[in-house]
């Protein structure tokens, strides 16, 4: 019943109150009705008198001959409160006098005139008319002559008010009773819903913040059961803090090494879905924590992945051994990339289930050894990449020898052998060729033997000379190379780490443009995007090649990451973006991929800082 008040004291005071009313008003019915009877035959009684006293007047003043008292004696008659009209008739019922108004407008009606024939001497008749009104009759005789009647007719009214005076005197009786009951109940309901009210905000406190305990213990504030009630409780609240706070620092224990375990770990009941997995388990399934509970592996886990994490679990279930040292790979993560796991699986048992010995759950934790795995192929391949440029620049030292002895030979031959044109054209094409792998020969050594401290470099020398090694790829592809930068800009740095990360990202240019292409760097003096204060070089390395999309952007810097497959190492603008670092610099890189309806490229911007303080920072060789 949702109008029936829920507190106790409230539920006492309206039963109360609606006690209180049924029997005020149980009373007043029984009451109103006893007194209606009693007023109507007091008033009944009350008529017969006045008519008979009316009628007795009447016969004395005729005795006498004084016929104007009987006029008289009628109004006094009717001035009564209870008569609403009072008259005397001749025998005939022809009205001689009335209490108020003409006699003539108030002739007997038919239901009075009846009366006549049943009025006897010493006898007097009540008898109701319409509207509910009440008229007594009484004959007036002097000696034994019928002389007339007397008429006495009630007032309704009179009698309705005394009744409602006795309605009202109940009404105000049985509201003061009611009052007065509702409070004493209201006071005693107080005493007793306010122990409960404790108990009650205890027990709420309880539930909705079980560890807190700044409510408790509760005020005791009556010495009778409820008091008890309330010291029974605190104890019970004590003792809960109690075994609380053993399990919380046992639970906090295992929670803590759950959660900050550096291993991935998940629990699984004999329906294979996770009851419990920490946050290294969720980065790696890249699904959030609450989202594990009550699923599947194959809900969480790409396939075969799943099915061999299954199928370890379900053989520690069924043989209860664990299972170590399973070794699992795939792609996943943002971006995507190649990852390695190594799985182990172990029973759970506890001391509650039913059957000792029974497994109840499984655990299951990952190691994710991808970074050890992709360690270990860059260790392969960086001693590769060392021993080819060792060799490379064995090639080169090796080659200068023999280049020497045919620039000699050539220059003699053109000199002193009196050789003519055309002879003579092609010996001095061949010098110009020897030249050039004098140059390619240099530059290679200088990509691998890297000063051990910075120098202030001519920065158009610098670039120059890497254009220049690639300038036969470039004319080969009729590459358009666009050069915008003062012959004068010089930076202090490590040359020859600066001509890598030019060369990388001249080589890449390059490789991504096609025939007819172009390829723009630029350098001015410029300021740190971050810090206006530093003063450095900006260089821009653009192409309008087929450019990245967004993926490739964003793993662009990777170490290992490539798009050339398998003419690619995936090292060239990683060793660029270190070698960045290392001078405290800073790179952006912009990029529109083909297919987009508008030009497509790539722009590297990267910014040097002019810092002579860089001669403190131990350098490292890059190939």
């Given at each position: 019943m949702r109008w029936w008040p829920r507190s106790v004291r409230w539920q006492i005071l309206a039963s109360l109150i609606l006690l209180e009313a049924l029997s005020v008003l149980l009373f007043a019915l029984l009451l109103v009705s006893k007194l209606g009877h009693d007023v109507h035959q007091h008033s009944l009684e009350r008529l017969a008198h006045q008519a008979t006293s009316l009628s007795l007047q009447a016969s004395e003043a005729l005795l006498k001959d004084q016929a104007a008292w009987v006029g008289v004696s009628v109004r006094t008659t009717g001035d009564a409160p209870s008569v609403s009209l009072a008259k005397v008739t001749d025998p005939a019922g022809n009205v001689l006098f009335v209490s108020k108004g003409d006699p003539r407008q108030f002739a007997l009606d038919s239901a009075e005139r009846a009366q006549i024939s049943n009025l006897k001497r010493d006898q007097l008749k009540v008898f109701l008319r319409s509207g509910d009104r009440w008229e007594?009759?009484?004959?007036?005789?002097?000696?034994?002559?019928?002389?007339?009647?007397?008429?006495?007719?009630?007032?309704?009214?009179?009698?309705?008010?005394?009744?409602?005076?006795?309605?009202?005197?109940?009404?105000?009786?049985?509201?003061?009773?009611?009052?007065?009951?509702?409070?004493?109940?209201?006071?005693?309901?107080?005493?007793?819903?306010?122990?409960?009210?404790?108990?009650?905000?205890?027990?709420?406190?309880?539930?909705?913040?079980?560890?807190?305990?700044?409510?408790?213990?509760?005020?005791?504030?009556?010495?009778?059961?409820?008091?008890?009630?309330?010291?029974?409780?605190?104890?019970?609240?004590?003792?809960?803090?109690?075994?609380?706070?053993?399990?919380?620092?046992?639970?906090?224990?295992?929670?803590?090494?759950?959660?900050?375990?550096?291993?991935?770990?998940?629990?699984?009941?004999?329906?294979?879905?996770?009851?419990?997995?920490?946050?290294?388990?969720?980065?790696?399934?890249?699904?959030?924590?609450?989202?594990?509970?009550?699923?599947?592996?194959?809900?969480?886990?790409?396939?075969?992945?799943?099915?061999?994490?299954?199928?370890?679990?379900?053989?520690?279930?069924?043989?209860?051994?664990?299972?170590?040292?399973?070794?699992?790979?795939?792609?996943?993560?943002?971006?995507?990339?190649?990852?390695?796991?190594?799985?182990?699986?172990?029973?759970?048992?506890?001391?509650?289930?039913?059957?000792?010995?029974?497994?109840?759950?499984?655990?299951?934790?990952?190691?994710?050894?991808?970074?050890?795995?992709?360690?270990?192929?860059?260790?392969?391949?960086?001693?590769?990449?060392?021993?080819?440029?060792?060799?490379?620049?064995?090639?080169?030292?090796?080659?200068?020898?023999?280049?020497?002895?045919?620039?000699?030979?050539?220059?003699?031959?053109?000199?002193?052998?009196?050789?003519?044109?055309?002879?003579?054209?092609?010996?001095t094409m061949a010098e110009h060729e020897a030249r050039r792998i004098t140059e390619i020969a240099q530059q290679t050594l200088r990509f691998y033997r890297q000063s051990t401290l910075p120098l202030r470099a001519s920065m158009a020398e610098l670039v120059d000379s890497v254009l220049n090694l690639y300038q036969s790829r470039l004319n080969t592809l009729n590459i358009l190379v666009e050069r915008k930068y003062d012959p004068e800009i010089n930076l202090f740095c490590?040359?020859?780490?600066?001509?890598?990360?030019?060369?990388?990202?001249?080589?890449?240019?390059?490789?991504?443009?096609?025939?007819?292409?172009?390829?723009?760097?630029?350098?001015?003096r410029s300021q740190s995007w971050r810090n206006p204060a530093v003063a450095g070089v900006r260089f821009t390395v653009a192409d309008t090649g087929s450019g990245m999309d967004t993926e490739v952007r964003e793993r662009v810097f990777e170490a290992f990451f490539t798009t050339k497959e398998d003419i690619g190492t995936g090292l060239g603008l990683w060793v660029s973006h270190e070698i960045i670092l290392k001078h405290h610099g800073m790179v952006r890189v912009r990029s529109c991929p083909a297919g987009l309806g508008k030009p497509s490229g790539t722009v590297f911007h990267f910014f040097l800082p002019d810092d002579e303080a860089l001669t403190h920072t131990t350098p490292t060789t890059r190939l």
């Open positions: 007594s009759a009484s004959p007036i005789y002097t000696g034994d002559t019928l002389r007339g009647y007397a008429w006495v007719e009630n007032n309704r009214a009179w009698d309705d008010g005394q009744l409602h005076i006795v309605e009202r005197a109940i009404l105000i009786f049985g509201i003061i009773w009611a009052g007065a009951s509702a409070l004493l109940v209201w006071i005693l309901s107080r005493a007793i819903s306010r122990p409960l009210a404790v108990l009650q905000g205890g027990t709420a406190a309880l539930m909705t913040l079980p560890e807190s305990t700044a409510r408790f213990p509760l005020p005791v504030t009556v010495d009778n059961e409820f008091g008890d009630l309330i010291e029974a409780f605190n104890r019970m609240v004590a003792s809960i803090e109690e075994q609380r706070a053993g399990l919380h620092d046992t639970l906090s224990l295992l929670d803590s090494t759950l959660a900050n375990a550096p291993v991935g770990l998940a629990f699984f009941d004999r329906r294979l879905r996770f009851v419990r997995v920490n946050h290294v388990f969720a980065g790696l399934t890249a699904v959030p924590l609450n989202r594990h509970l009550g699923r599947t592996l194959p809900e969480i886990l790409p396939q075969p992945t799943a099915r061999q994490v299954e199928e370890a679990v379900e053989r520690v279930f069924v043989s209860e051994e664990p299972a170590k040292d399973l070794e699992l790979c795939g792609e996943g993560g943002k971006p995507i990339r190649p990852w390695t796991w190594l799985v182990s699986a172990y029973p759970v048992r506890t001391a509650t289930n039913s059957a000792a010995n029974q497994v109840r759950w499984a655990g299951v934790i990952i190691q994710d050894i991808s970074e050890r795995k992709r360690s270990e192929e860059a260790l392969r391949k960086t001693e590769k990449l060392a021993a080819t440029g060792r060799l490379a620049a064995s090639i080169a030292h090796e080659i200068n020898n023999p280049l020497e002895a045919i620039t000699n030979l050539l220059f003699l031959l053109r000199n002193f052998s009196g050789i003519e044109e055309p002879a003579l054209k092609y010996v490590y040359a020859g780490e600066i001509r890598q990360v030019f060369a990388h990202l001249v080589s890449n240019a390059v490789d991504a443009t096609a025939e007819g292409g172009r390829l723009s760097i630029r350098a001015r």
